[in-house]
C-alpha cells in the first residue's frame, strides 16, 4: 500500500474536520512513521518520517480546523495532539479498544 501511495502524484486535498492517527511500518521491525486518515472518505491525508509527539503537532498546528480525532492508546499520540490541537475531541478507535480488552 505504501509503496502505491508513494507512485500516486501529489494531491493538494482539503483536511477534514475528522481524521484518524495510526503508526505505520516503513520496515517492519526498523523504521515506523505516523498515517493520518480522512475517516470521512477513508483516505490516507499523508505520512509523517516518525512517530514522535513533536512531528504530530508540528503537522496539526497547521491544520487547526481538525475537531476530532481517532487515535490508539499511544501516548506519543495522545501528547502530540494535546501540544497540536488542545480544542480538539479524542476518540480512542473501537478496534484498538477491542484488541486491547
Known sequence: MLRA???LPPVVPQ???????DDVAFRRGHVYGTV?????????ID??????ATTLATWLKQ???I???????????????R?????AQHVLDRWHVLKNC
Request: overall charge negative; glycine content about 6%.
Open 5 to 7: 501511495a508513494r507512485l
Open 15 to 21: 483536511v477534514p474536520e475528522v481524521i484518524g492517527v
Open 36 to 44: 493520518i486518515v480522512d475517516l470521512n472518505t477513508r483516505q490516507p
Open 47 to 52: 505520512l509523517l518520517p516518525d512517530r514522535s
Open 63 to 65: 491544520h487547526p480546523q
Open 67 to 81: 475537531k476530532i480525532i481517532s487515535r490508539d492508546r499511544s501516548s506519543e499520540d495522545e501528547k502530540g495532539i
Open 83 to 87: 501540544e497540536g490541537t488542545p480544542q
